[in-house]
């Protein structure tokens, strides 16, 4: 994959590393995290290195500047949009979450919570409790 530039190849071995790096923790199930550390990393990495051939490209007044550097901006926007998706999945994991607890707790208290208390303190009103649901 060697373009024959030593910046810009040592810069794309550092990014090889640090997508290779992403996948193998997504592999191995690391958390939430760790993987938003690493994407963020590549994320900077990524908008560096670009800067780098950018300045580059200007210093020579490249005939394909304007192109080259509209591939950089389209996969920047990309990788921005992939990091609110993995944000956006942690919040709506944790409200869902939320959700599920606030109903069982509530249901579960009154009903199972409360039978094993009247039970514990011998208040308990047979008639009434037989009719109970369960809420396991
Ligand atoms: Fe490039």
Known sequence: MSVH????????????GMVNE???????????????????RLATYTQEH?????????SIAYPRFKAHK???????ERVTDLQKELNRARELVAIETAELLRFWLTSHIL???KHLAETLHGTLVMSKTEQLPTTD
């Open 5 to 16: 530039d030593s910046m810009i190849d040592e810069d794309h071995k550092t990014l090889i």
């Open 22 to 40: 992403l996948h193998d923790a997504a592999d191995l199930g690391q958390d939430y995290i760790t993987l938003s550390n690493i994407l963020h």
């Open 50 to 58: 670009f800067q780098r051939e950018e300045d580059l490209m200007k």
């Open 70 to 76: 509209e591939q950089h901006k389209k996969l920047l």
């Open 111 to 113: 009903l199972s919570d």
